[in-house]
Structure formats: structure tokens, C-alpha cells
């Protein structure tokens, strides 16, 4: 029997429908996951306030060499993002969005180019799958509305291993119609020039660590698969030279006019914080495990999901594909290389985010995907578990104080969410192979991300009592005419005295019983006379400690 024209109409309807459904999906996700309120709240950490101090004082004083904080050269880090943060200041003015915007295009790069890669690799649906899956990640979502160093690296190094993918011969022929035109015909010019740049700018972000976390990879890889020959094709001369072009005239320039940059950078900042406890940031070996878990949520059953059965996969076959071992140890060894470094931080690995995000979402496509109960099952459980967490946390916060009953309320709502996400997808499953509405009824379980995103503004302040940043208080002193340069600061977190700083524009000292001077002082602390000599005296004034969460008190001598 043949197709009646009226179904045969319906179907490419139908595909159309659902393509144009698939690329507003897609283009809201990636918009909303990097670029949605990146200036929600002020800088807080350590780091924040400090990297956009130093590219404030580049895009002021036109010094695009040296680092400078407070005044003088800071070679803690490379100058990617001071660059790109200063030109954005430059652009759109001083402002956090023009901070953050920097890791914001790093993730939106490095996002496109993998999903170019799952496309060339894996077909359409993988790509698509990617380009929701992977934005709306804790770990993608966090890093890229941070004024920091870690995303702009993580974006330049995945796009790095993405064109040595291709130089690797890992990315199949070309079809023109019915010839085969073999990627291995002739050298991979292209790839290997923008292999080069990219990983030269990846040491531009963040130092040497490109390099290992990129050989390491390469290497073992080539281990496996014993194709050193491909492997050593990274080490092309139009590869060499494109990486020294980009990589090499700052650090030649930045120790020309500083003699002891690269005593400081490289050996302080890099071996020592690699291979002592000197920097304080101590972890169990076992620490990046749970990183890995909370930074792939909501999907980390997915993640699980995935392990087990690629294992299984692994097992019964007794044999694994060199892409597939491609993206293992990208991922692997990032994750080992800092589990065994004396010094942990979060967004130490998260270059090792998006192949591990690539090869979760590849296992949608795989023998065991996502039409088998298994998956199902773990989605269920996941959505299960999280509604569970919501009810216990909204439960213990009806039953405490008021700042804690709105903090508690905010976290059923996030969690809430997350839940709806993973249920959603339980649910609806995955047509193989298909782009219709129904495949495009399962890709809306991102749409409870979305909207935990949309509603961030409203949300992160429950969380918080007072502004964490320094951005409030620093308005508060302002407003009440309070001058900047007498003010001091105590007991106060080092992330929000630096954003203080940032704010206020100059380096706010801390207050020194030994050495006092007359003043303002700013405590979190509500009794003063313990932080002042007994000759001395302070006052409280009028501040608004609901917002800033700190204390303003006058401090004088009494023989004054």
C-alpha cells in the first residue's frame, strides 16, 4: 500500500515544525545558561573583585603588560582575562556584566565547537542534545558568570582538543555525493594553526597546565591506541609556530620589563601551589569526585547513568573506540592530574567539564540509550530523591528563624526544579534518531533550568544575609558621605573586602589595634571595644545591617 499524500505532507510539517521547535529551544538555553543576569549580584569571592580591579587599571592606564593590583604588578595569573575584561570596560564601561562577559563568550565558544564536534563525529541529534544539555550544567552555568580565570582557560583548551581531534583523524570522511573524500588525504593545515592559537591562548588564560592537561591526554591516549603517529602530528611545525606567535610575546615582554615575573609566577604560583600546601587550599585525594557530580547537575543521574553502561558496554565487547578513549582521558586526566596536586579548587578541573558532558550525551545515542527502563529508572530516581531533599529542607526551614525560613523556601524552589527536570525526561524518554515533536518534547526538560535561571535574581538574595559582595556596603558609605580614605575594615570575609576595595576604588586597609587611627570602622562583629585599644572609644552610627551585613562605628581616642 502506498503513503497517502496527506501523511506524506505531514511529515515534513512535522520535521520543520520541530527543527525551528529544536533552534529556539537551543538558542534561549545558550542565552539564558551564559548570558541572563550576569551582573545579578556584585563580585564576591576573592578572586572576582581582584581580577576586575587589575583589568580596570589596564583598560585606565593603557598598560596591557603587566598585571597590576592596587598599583602594583600582580603575576598570579596570565592576562586573557584581564584583556578581554579590560576591553569589555572599555566597551559597555565598568560595570560586572562587562566582567563576567569574558567567561560568558568562553562557554558559548567552547559549547559551539564541541557540539561541532559531536556533529562531525556522532550526527545531528548528539549535537543537539549537547548544545542543551551541557549549558544548562551547574559547572558551565557557575563558571561562566564568574569575572575569573578558569572559563576563559577551560573555553581556549576545548577548543584546543577540539581541533586536535580533528587533527588526530578522529573526525570521519566527508561525503560528496557518492565519493568519500578521506580527512587523512593530505595534512591538516587548518586544524593544526587553530590547534596552536587556540592552546597558545589557553596559556595566555592560565600558564603551562594547558600544555599538560593537553599532552597528558594525547599522550595516553596515543598509549591505547598506539597511533603515535598521529599523535606526534600536534607537534607539526605550523602547530609550534602558531602557539609561539600567540603564547610567547606576552611572557617575553611581561619579564623584560619585570625581572621577577616568571621567578613568581612560574615557581610560586604554579610549582608550589601544584606541589606544596603553601596556598591553603587542602583536599582529600578523593575531593573532585562529588565536584564532578555537583558541577554535571541536574544530569548527574545521567553521568551515572552513563558510567555504568558504557562500562558494561566496554566489558561485553572487550574493545573501546579511539574517540571514545579520546574523550576519557580529557576528561581523566584533568580530573587525576589535580587530584594529586597539594592545592584543590573547583574550577581546577572544570576543562574537564565538557568531554565528560560530550560523552554523557553520546550515551543517548549509544546500543544501551535512552528508550531502555534502565534510563528511566535512574531519572525517576533522581527526580524522587531531589523532591525528597526539597521537602526536608522546606520542612527544617518553616521551623527556623525568619532569614533561614526564606533561604529554605528559595532552596525548595532550586531544587524543586531540578527535580521537574529530571522527571520530565523520565517521562518523555528519547526518540532515537528522530527530530520530531516528540524528541522535542523530551529536550523541554530543560526548560525548569531555564527557568530557575530566569528567577536567579530573585532567588540568590535568600540566601544571603546582607549583600556578600562589597557593592551595597560601599553604596551605604557613599550615601552617607562617609570619606574613603579613613575607613578600615575587621573581621571581615577577604572576598568581600576585596570587592569593597574594587568598589571604593582604593585599597582599604585593616585595622590594626597595635597601630590605631582615628576613623571608621567596619565590623561584622556587634561589640567594638574588643577590637580597639582601651584608650580608645567607638561609636555605632546608623547603617542599614539588613543589607550589608556589616557594622559602622566612628572610632577616636578619648584624649582627644
Known sequence: MSESPTASLEKPRSSVAARIGWSILIIATLYVC?????????????????????????????????????GKPWFEKPPLYYWGAAASFKVFGVSEAAARLPSALSA??????????????????????????????????????????????????????????????????????????????????????????????????????????????????????????DAFRLLHPAAIVAFCVTALPWYILCARRNPDFLRVFIIEHNFKRYLTPEFQHIQP????????LVAILPWSAMLVWACV?????????????????????????????FSASHSKLPGYILAAIPPIGLSMVRSLNGEVSAEEPGFRIAHFGAAVLFLGLAGAVGFLGWASPQPSHVAA??????????????????????????????????????????????????????????????????HELGARGVPSDRIYVASMRRGKEFSLSFYLQREIPSWDPNNPLEGYLITSSSNCTRLIPKTWQCEELPFDLQSTGEFLYRVSSRSQ
Open 34 to 70: 551564559y548570558f541572563s543576569h550576569l551582573g545579578a549580584i556584585g563580585f564576591v569571592g576573592p578572586d572576582e573583585p581582584r581580577y576586575a580591579w587589575i583589568a580596570r587599571a589596564m583598560a585606565e592606564t593603557g598598560d596591557w603588560v603587566t598585571p597590576r593590583l592596587y
Open 108 to 229: 558559548l565558544l567552547a559549547t559551539l565547537a564541541l557540539a561541532w564536534l559531536a556533529w562531525r563525529m556522532y550526527g545531528e541529534e548528539t549535537a543537539r542534545w549537547l548544545l542543551l544539555l551541557l549549558p544548562t550544567t551547574v559547572g558551565m552555568i557557575g563558571f561562566s558568570h564568574a569575572a575569573a580565570t578558569d572559563m576563559p582557560f577551560s573555553g581556549m583548551l576545548t577548543i584546543a582538543m577540539v581541533c586536535a581531534a580533528v587533527a588526530l583523524r578522529l573526525v570521519p570522511a566527508r561525503e560528496r555525493g557518492a565519493s568519500v573524500v578521506p580527512t587523512g588525504s593530505s595534512t591538516p593545515w587548518a586544524a593544526l594553526i587553530l590547534f596552536g592559537f587556540f592552546l597558545g591562548l589557553a596559556v595566555l588564560a592560565k600558564g603551562p597546565a594547558g600544555i599538560i592537561l593537553c599532552g597528558g591526554a594525547v599522550f595516553f591516549w596515543a598509549i591505547f591506541t598506539k597511533r603515535w603517529h
Open 285 to 292: 585525594f578523593w575531593f573532585y569526585i562529588p565536584v564532578v
Open 309 to 337: 553502561v558504557g562500562t558494561l558496554k566496554v566489558l561485553r565487547h572487550r574493545r573501546i573506540s579511539a574517540s571514545a578513549l579520546y574523550f576519557l582521558f580529557w576528561s581523566l586526566f584533568c580530573i587525576v592530574f
Open 409 to 474: 523556601r528559595a532552596a525548595c524552589v532550586v531544587v524543586g526544579l531540578i527535580a521537574s527536570a529530571n522527571l520530565m525526561i523520565a517521562i518523555f524518554g528519547r526518540a532515537r534518531h528522530a527530530i520530531g515533536l516528540a524528541n522535542l518534547a523530551a529536550g523541554c526538560c530543560i526548560l525548569p533550568i531555564l527557568l530557575a535561571l530566569l528567577l536567579s535574581n530573585r532567588l540568590l538574595p535568600a540566601f544571603f544575609f546582607g549583600d556578600p559582595s562589597g557593592k551595597t556596603l560601599a
